[in-house]
Antibody
Framework: EVQLVESGGGLVQPGGSLRLSCTAS????????MSWVRQAPGKGLEWVAN????????YHLDSVKGRFTISRDNAEKSLFLQMNSLRAEDTAVYFC?????????????WGQGILVTVS | EIVLTQSPGTLSLSPGERATLSCRAS???????LAWYQQKKPGQAPRLLI????NRATGIPDRFSGSGSGTDFTLTISRLEPEDFAVYYC?????FGGGTKVEMK
């Protein structure tokens, strides 16, 4: 069974840092692009970043470029999101998600989500 | 940047009725890159329903269907079941639509 479990969220002051982790199981992690998607309170879904299977290519949402960094450790089957210089508008539930192969950024499995509150 | 506009914002229907949800792109997109998700509660993980505009994801009942091309795409739920009342999002690459809430009348 495919599982994605996020951790590392919590309350942080503006300007602070957090590192989110997502641990994968039930599939060959190194075969998939992975993404972070967030949802601010009462808002819709927003893609944040994604990373290629081997970690060699990464993309970030413009509003987080230079502040957030996506990375992965295939040996540990883990995905990370390093978040620096956090702002109130980064407050959201953050999901890690597995992309269906094919390059369309469609997500077939999601974690349960982890809340990040910047206040 | 492509913008996805979903309509209506809210759809009030009864179980057994047909739901038709629209997703309009600000410019023509490949249907290969259009997906639909269901989210039952805010902050709960979405579920992939349709990818490539018309391909049902694994385990999705056949009452869900997707269609469309170019700038206009549709998600149809042929007969609403109680568990289908939720918010639905369309997506193209890194862009999501604003969502349509299907609520019980």
């Amino acid at each position: 069974e495919v599982q994605l479990v996020e951790s590392g969220g919590g309350l942080v002051q503006p300007g602070g840092s957090l590192r989110l982790s997502c641990t994968a199981s039930g599939f060959t992690f190194s075969d998939y692009w992975m993404s972070w998607v967030r949802q601010a309170p009462g808002k819709g879904l927003e893609w944040v970043a994604n990373i290629k299977e081997d970690g060699s290519v990464r993309y970030h949402l413009d509003s987080v470029k230079g502040r957030f960094t996506i990375s992965r450790d295939n040996a540990e089957k883990s995905l990370f999101l390093q978040m620096n210089s956090l702002r109130a508008e980064d407050t959201a539930v953050y999901f890690c998600a597995r992309e269906i192969p094919g390059g369309a950024c469609h997500y077939d499995y999601w974690g349960q989500g982890i809340l990040v509150t910047v206040s | 940047e492509i913008v996805l506009t979903q309509s209506p914002g809210t759809l009030s229907l009864s179980p057994g009725e047909r739901a038709t949800l629209s997703c309009r792109a600000s410019q023509s997109i490949s249907s290969s890159y259009l997906a639909w998700y269901q989210q039952k509660k805010p902050g709960q993980a979405p579920r992939l329903l349709i990818h490539g505009a018309s391909n049902r994801a694994t385990g999705i009942p056949d009452r869900f269907s997707g269609s469309g091309s170019g700038t206009d795409f549709t998600l149809t739920i042929s007969r609403l079941e109680p568990e289908d009342f939720a918010v639905y999002y369309c997506q193209q690459y890194g862009t999501f639509g604003g969502g349509t809430k299907v609520e019980m009348k």
